[in-house]
C-alpha cells in the first residue's frame, strides 16, 4: 500500500495560482487511480478532481472544471493539482487519496489518504 504526502499550499490572492504535488511511496503507486478531494471548515469532504492510472482520463468537480488541472508522472510517483483563477471559495484543507476500485467521485472509495494541505485564497 502506498503513503502519500501533500504539499504546495498556502496563502494566495483571489485570482492567483498554486500548484499542489502528493508524492506516494511504494512501487505500486502506478496501480492506484489518484484523486484530490478537499474540505472547507464545517463542511463535508468534497471531491475536486481524479485521474486514472495511466493518465489518460481525467475528471473534475463541476465548479473547478476549467480552472484546476490534474496530471501525474508516474516515473516520479506523484500527482499534481494546478490550481488557476482561485476563488475564495477554493479555501480548504485539500487532500489527495489513492483509489484501486470503486468511484472516482466517492471518497470512502479511496484506499489511501495524506495528511492534507491548507489552501488559502483571500479576497
Known amino acids: 500500500q502506498v503513503q502519500l504526502v501533500e504539499s504546495g499550499g498556502g496563502l494566495v490572492q483571489a485570482g492567483g495560482s498554486l500548484a499542489l504535488s502528493c508524492a506516494a511511496s511504494?512501487?505500486?503507486?502506478?496501480?492506484?487511480?489518484m484523486g484530490w478531494f478537499r474540505q472547507a471548515p464545517g463542511k463535508e469532504r468534497e471531491f475536486v478532481a481524479a485521474?486514472?492510472?495511466?493518465?489518460?482520463?481525467?475528471y473534475y468537480a463541476d465548479s473547478v472544471k476549467g480552472r484546476f488541472t490534474i496530471s501525474r508522472d508516474n516515473a516520479k510517483n506523484t500527482v499534481y493539482l494546478q490550481m488557476n483563477s482561485l476563488k475564495p471559495d477554493d479555501t480548504a484543507v485539500y487532500y489527495c487519496?489513492?483509489?484501486?476500485?470503486?468511484?472516482?467521485?466517492?471518497?470512502?472509495?479511496?484506499?489511501?489518504w495524506g495528511q492534507g494541505t491548507q489552501v488559502t485564497v483571500s479576497s
Open positions: 487519496g489513492a483509489r484501486s476500485s470503486g468511484s472516482y467521485y466517492i471518497g470512502r472509495d479511496y484506499d489511501v
Open positions: 511504494g512501487r505500486t503507486f502506478g496501480n492506484y487511480a
Open positions: 485521474i486514472n492510472w495511466s493518465g489518460r482520463s481525467t
